[in-house]
């Protein structure tokens, strides 16, 4: 059992930057990660996903040169830097766990375990 909760969220005006947190409990090292977001009244999305070892990371076309996952192993935490955000980044933010540790997985329904969530708002 993995407990995830996500940090860092907040309001930001267009162009700025955040960094996400999610610390884990559990065997963290032991599962590939992702970020997932949701804005109201779509569906969720895949972000950013990142093995076990770290050594592949995968993003959505939309994010893709300026956001970035990483994990630290030790410190049992996945964070998500997010550079030039836009209002369209505006959403729900989720950090998941998959078991399969060696895939980075697009689909929110190959993740075992998620945490609750932390808004981010970009303002125009």
């Known amino acids: 059992q993995v407990q995830l909760v996500e940090s860092g969220g907040g309001l930001v005006q267009a162009g700025g930057s955040l960094r996400l947190s999610c610390a884990a409990s559990?065997?963290?090292?032991?599962?590939?990660m992702g970020w997932f977001r949701q804005a109201p009244g779509k569906e969720r999305e895949f972000v950013a996903g990142?093995?076990?070892?770290?050594?592949?990371?995968k993003y959505a076309d939309s994010v893709k040169g300026r956001f970035t996952i990483s994990r630290d192993n030790a410190k049992n935490t996945v964070y998500l830097q997010m550079n030039s955000l836009k209002p369209e980044d505006t959403a729900v933010y989720y950090c998941?766990?998959?078991?399969?540790?060696?895939?980075?997985?697009?689909?929110?329904?190959?993740?075992?375990?998620w945490g609750q969530g932390t808004q981010v708002t970009v303002s125009s």
């Open positions: 559990g065997g963290f090292s032991s599962y590939a």
């Open positions: 990142i093995t076990r070892s770290g050594g592949t990371t």
């Open positions: 998941a766990a998959d078991y399969t540790a060696w895939r980075t997985s697009t689909s929110h329904f190959d993740y075992d375990y």
